[in-house]
């Protein structure tokens, strides 16, 4: 049974940094396309960022671009999402999403993304 857990959420100022972590199990992880996706109240889940299996070429949504940074540690089964500079509007349930279909490139459609963990909140304070 496939397993993600996320990890790292919590209440900071404006301005501070934060780490998130998804530990995967159940299955191989460096098979896998990983991605953050991010729902703050009353609104549509929106796509952060992608990564391939082999951790090349990751993918930003432009309102993070610059200040965000996925990565994996295949090693270790986990995904990793740094975010620096964080604003009020980062505040969101952070989700990490895995698919271990093999598209021809990584992508930012939700509906692509088989597993899912219980998201952790994460809370920015102007």
């Known amino acids: 049974q496939v397993r993600l857990v996320e990890s790292g959420g919590g209440l900071v100022q404006a301005g501070d940094s934060l780490r998130l972590s998804c530990a995967v199990s159940?299955?191989?992880?460096?098979?896998?396309?990983m991605a953050w996706f991010r729902q703050a109240l009353g609104k549509e889940r929106e796509f952060i960022a992608a990564?391939?299996?082999?951790?090349?070429?990751?993918y930003y949504a432009d309102s993070v671009k610059g200040r965000f940074t996925v990565s994996r540690d295949n090693a270790k089964n986990t995904l990793y999402l740094q975010m620096n500079s964080l604003k009020p509007e980062d505040t969101a349930v952070y989700y990490c999403?895995?698919?271990?279909?093999?598209?021809?490139?990584?992508?930012?459609?939700?509906?692509?993304?088989?597993?899912w963990g219980q998201g952790t909140q994460v809370t920015v304070s102007s």
């Open positions: 999403a895995a698919t271990w279909t093999q598209y021809s490139s990584i992508s930012s459609s939700r509906t692509l993304y088989d597993y």
């Open positions: 159940g299955r191989t992880f460096s098979a896998s396309a």
């Open positions: 990564i391939s299996w082999s951790g090349d070429s990751p």
